[in-house]
């Protein structure tokens, strides 16, 4: 069974930093991708950054946040720099990949918490 555990959300100033880390257990075939997502209180859920072929960016977090990964760790981060309020959220991990079975699955974290507040 494949999952994801997130860690690093907590308060944080406005202006300040955080990095949320996302591990992968569980045996694959094939990551396809790794990714964050975020939900803001009665707002959708929205891709923050995917970390594939290229890593892509919400246009709200360019030049501020930053996806990483370590393969060997099967660890994915989030770097946050210059934090605003806007960026509080519940932010979840993402992984695309192709099971042992040869099937096609999309697992998500249980969420971690980030609040950016005076």
């Known amino acids: 069974q494949v999952q994801l555990v997130e860690s690093g959300g907590g308060l944080v100033q406005p202006g300040g930093s955080l990095r949320l880390s996302c591990v992968m257990s569980g045996t694959i075939l094939r990551l396809n991708s790794m990714g964050w997502y975020r939900q803001a209180p009665g707002k959708q859920r929205e891709l923050v950054a995917s970390s594939g072929a290229r890593s892509e960016y919400a246009d709200s977090v360019k030049d501020r946040f930053t996806i990483s990964r370590d393969n060997a760790k099967n660890t994915v981060y989030l770097q946050m720099n210059s934090l605003k309020p806007e960026d509080t959220a519940v932010y979840y991990c993402?992984?695309?990949?192709?099971?042992?079975?040869?099937?096609?699955?999309?697992?998500w974290g249980q969420g971690t918490l980030v609040t950016v507040s005076s």
């Open positions: 993402n992984a695309d990949l192709l099971t042992v079975f040869g099937r096609n699955l999309e697992v």
